[in-house]
Nanobody
Framework: QVQLVESGGGLVQPGGSLRLSCVAS????????VGWFRQAPGKEREGVAC????????YYGDSVKGRFTSSRDNARNTLYLQLKDVKREDAAVYYC???????????????????WGQGTQVSVSS
């Protein structure tokens, strides 16, 4: 059974940093594309970052480029998202997700992903 569990969310001040984690189980983690998405109230789910399983290439949404870094530790079946220089508009529920396809470039489109975690809330306030 595929399971994704996010953690690390919380309250952060503007300009601050936070690291999110996503622990995966129930499948061969290193083979698959993994992604981070976020959704703020009243807004559509937005692709934040993804890491390809085939070569570890990482891609970012335009709104977070240069500020967020995603990485994966295949030995720990864990995906990370490092948030830096956090802005108020980064406040959202953050989700990790797995794409069932193998050997393709990862995508920032949420409909490409098949399994989702329950999400972790990131709030931004001074």
């Amino acid at each position: 059974q595929v399971q994704l569990v996010e953690s690390g969310g919380g309250l952060v001040q503007p300009g601050g940093s936070l690291r999110l984690s996503c622990v995966a189980s129930g499948f061969t983690f290193h083979e698959y594309n993994v992604g981070w998405f976020r959704q703020a109230p009243g807004k559509e789910r937005e692709g934040v970052a993804c890491v390809s399983g085939r070569d570890g290439s990482t891609y970012y949404g335009d709104s977070v480029k240069g500020r967020f870094t995603s990485s994966r530790d295949n030995a720990r079946n864990t995906l990370y998202l490092q948030l830096k220089d956090v802005k108020r508009e980064d406040a959202a529920v953050y989700y990790c997700a797995i794409d069932n396809l193998v050997g393709v470039k990862c995508s920032l489109k949420s409909y490409e992903y098949d399994y989702w975690g329950q999400g972790t809330q990131v709030s931004v306030s001074s």
